[in-house]
């Protein structure tokens, strides 16, 4: 219940700061990955940011009327397509991005170093238990 709380309560203060970003989470979730990973093909971001390919589509469309990303012929396979950040997409994806990282660090100043390492440790420990005991 520890666990399930301190989630929750670190969900709902990202949430809203993204929300104070006027971006809904799935639109914030694909700039950030294009920020940081660059130009990728549209079903990758999906996997990435855990939407459908449907959601994904309608996500990148409404993006693309926002002038935020478009759409390019993948280099590699000319048959799929990659989405790339406008020019436009960047400035608002990096003034939107350093904020919530800001506002998330402010959550962790609770935490030494020391603690946040321990913590990461931890987790990565539970989560990959968890996934070995939901697999049989």
């Known amino acids: 219940m520890v666990l399930a709380r301190a989630a929750s309560a670190v969900e709902k203060a990202d949430r809203t700061s993204i929300a104070q970003s006027g971006l809904i989470p799935s639109d914030f979730g694909i700039l950030e990955a ?4 660059g130009p990728l093909p549209i ?9 459908t390919s449907g959601s994904m589509t309608a996500a990148a469309n409404r993006l ?7 759409r390019i012929k993948d280099p590699c ?10 020019s436009t997409g960047r400035r608002l ?3 939107i ?3 919530h990282a800001r506002n998330l660090e402010s959550i962790a100043a609770v935490l030494s170093d020391q ?3 321990e913590l990461v440790r931890l987790l ?4 990959h238990h968890a996934q070995t005991v939901a697999m049989g």
């Open 43 to 51: 079903n990758t971001i999906g996997r990435k940011v855990l939407l």
């Open 64 to 70: 693309m009327a926002r002038n935020l990303v478009e």
């Open 77 to 86: 396979d000319g048959r799929s397509f990659q989405l790339h950040l406008t």
């Open 115 to 117: 603690e946040r390492c």
């Open 97 to 99: 991005y350093a904020k």
């Open 93 to 95: 994806i990096e003034g």
């Open 124 to 127: 990565k420990k539970l989560g």
């Open 34 to 37: 294009l920020l940081h990973k």
